[in-house]
């Protein structure tokens, strides 16, 4: 593989590594606002809308651990092939909150909310176990 080719694969698995800490970065912010009451929408990606005390707290922590996962996908991103490990475990969470989402809180989501909470996690599974493949590809060759 020439010096291009490597140049080539870093820049795309760099940019899916920073694809999801932006993503994780925004939806944490928007948790943590929701959290404080300063802002009033549906919680992405499942577009559920809480309210009271409780549900402001657990959503603060929750944000706290989104904000921790868009900082390991940043570290990831600064060397992408070797930490491409972090991708497959990125797809294996969100895989598992889709199963959560159905299983255990379908009762709280509308058929709509699951669906599109559901489709926005797979597309980024997708996403992640393609790029972790690709990066095996690119180490091996």
């Known amino acids: 593989m020439n010096v291009t080719d490597t ?4 820049v795309i698995l760099r940019t899916v590594f920073l694809t999801g800490a932006l993503i994780d970065a925004l939806i944490a912010l928007e948790w943590y606002m929701i959290s404080l009451g300063l802002l009033d929408i549906p919680m992405h990606p499942s577009f559920f809308q809480g309210s009271g005390q409780d549900y402001r707290f657990v959503l603060s922590i929750a944000a706290l651990f989104m904000a921790g996962w868009a900082f390991l996908l940043f570290w990831g991103s600064l060397q992408p092939v070797t930490r491409s490990g972090v991708l497959l475990l ?8 889709v199963l959560s989402d159905g299983l255990v809180f379908g009762h709280l989501l509308s058929a709509r909310q699951i669906a599109l909470g559901t489709l926005a996690k797979l597309v980024l599974v997708a996403l992640f176990v393609a790029a972790y493949w690709y990066s095996k590809q690119a180490h091996l060759r």
């Open 90 to 97: 990125t797809a294996i969470m969100l895989f598992v909150a």
């Open 7 to 10: 140049k080539r694969k870093t």
